[in-house]
């Protein structure tokens, strides 16, 4: 069965910093991405950042590019997305997926975390 799990999210002052950890288990976690997406109140869900294990390659849309970086761990096998220079507009539930390619289409889903930016 295929199970991810995200933990890290949390309330932080605007310009602070979070770091969020997307546990893997129920597939060969080498083969496949790993996407973050967020989805804030009354809007959709986007894609944030993915990382294609296999590759080696990682993306990133626009609005969180020089702020936010995505790195996987293959011995835990675990993703992270560290969070810098964090606005309020970055305020949403944060899931991790699983992708066979970063194209923002998931074959998974996390449950989700909460991340909240205060002004």
């Known amino acids: 069965e295929v199970q991810l799990v995200e933990s890290g999210g949390g309330l932080v002052q605007a310009g602070g910093s979070l770091r969020l950890s997307c546990a893997t288990s129920g597939f060969s976690f080498a083969d496949y991405s790993i996407a973050w997406f967020r989805q804030a109140p009354g809007k959709e869900r986007e894609g944030v950042s993915c990382i294609d294990n296999s590759e080696d390659s990682t993306d990133y849309k626009d609005f969180v590019k020089g702020r936010f970086t995505i790195s996987s761990d293959s011995d835990e096998p675990t993703v992270y997305l560290q969070m810098n220079n964090l606005k309020p507009e970055d305020t949403a539930v944060y899931y991790c997926?699983?992708?066979?390619?970063?194209?923002?289409?998931?074959?998974?889903w996390g449950q989700g975390t909460q991340v909240t930016v205060s002004s």
């Open positions: 997926a699983a992708l066979l390619f970063c194209d923002y289409v998931p074959f998974a």
